[in-house]
């Protein structure tokens, strides 16, 4: 059994696009960290002036998830946009002011006859197909634009989801892995996706936004019963304080004039 002063908080962080600003927050907050780059082939890392933290390296997809189950993780960073899509018993506790992006519904760049949703219902012929990671969230997106009058059909590679009347749905939403901004027009008419506030990814594959559905930065997200718990209350506080800090000093930084 461990004993207090043996206690350790689980945090998980996120591998990938949220990496390298994730690790320089860290480095402004005055956190040393092993085993966290980009050429690192392990999932696990320590903080070097703090052994109270167990690491663990995931995909933000997921952290979520296991943040949200009793007794796995404490702590993650991740995006706002995992913790709708997952629907994961979690608590935000601290925006990060980085990984900002917009989830956004495109299609083609020449199909100037589609500038909306129901430009795109209405000019279908037969179903539309719309190839995307963010099933929940897009089916909340179209229940809501139809009044929940269509409930889509959603579509894995392996199986084949429904909701009430979808058998009857114009529209199929097919679960995307990635590079979904290359999947219109062969495998499908349309795609709901997360874009920078650049659009880069989305003009080179010669698409348009006709929607924004949601924007999401990256958050650090805690489970609700490690916050029951007097020290892992504490030691998430103190957290979050050294991390406000770090971000505190980067806003500071970015100022006009800042030498």
Excluded: C
Excluded at 5 to 32: C, H, I, V, W
């Amino acid at each position: 059994m461990k004993t207090e002063s043996q206690r350790t908080l689980n945090l998980l962080l996120p591998k990938g696009s949220l990496q390298g600003d994730t690790l320089e927050m860290f480095q402004r907050a005055g956190y040393e960290l092993n085993g966290y780059t980009t050429t690192d082939r392990s999932y696990r890392a320590t903080f070097r002036n703090d052994s109270e933290f167990q690491i663990k390296i995931s995909r933000p997809q997921e952290i979520p998830v296991y943040v949200g189950m009793d007794d796995f993780y404490d702590l993650g960073i991740t995006g706002q946009d995992w913790v709708e899509e997952t629907d994961s018993d979690v608590e935000e506790i601290l925006p990060l002011e980085y990984g900002h992006i917009d989830i956004i519904l495109a299609v083609r760049e020449e199909r100037e006859d589609i500038n909306t949703f129901e430009d795109l219902m209405n000019l279908a012929h037969g179903d539309i197909l719309i190839s995307t990671e963010y099933l929940n969230i897009a089916e909340k997106y179209i229940l809501e634009k139809t009044e929940n009058k269509v409930a889509p059909a959603i579509l894995t590679p392996w199986k084949r989801l429904n909701t009430p009347g979808s058998y009857q749905s114009p529209i199929r939403l097919m679960l995307s892995f990635g590079a979904t901004e290359g999947k219109p027009p062969e495998e499908a008419d349309a795609i709901i996706d997360n874009s920078t506030a650049s659009r880069r990814t989305i003009k080179a594959n010669s698409l348009k936004e006709i929607e924004r559905l949601r924007e999401s930065e990256s958050t650090l997200i805690a489970n609700p019963k490690a916050l029951k718990d007097a020290w892992k209350r504490e030691k998430i506080e103190e957290f979050k304080q050294t991390l406000q800090k770090g971000l505190r000093r980067r806003r500071s930084q970015a100022l006009p004039g800042h030498i």
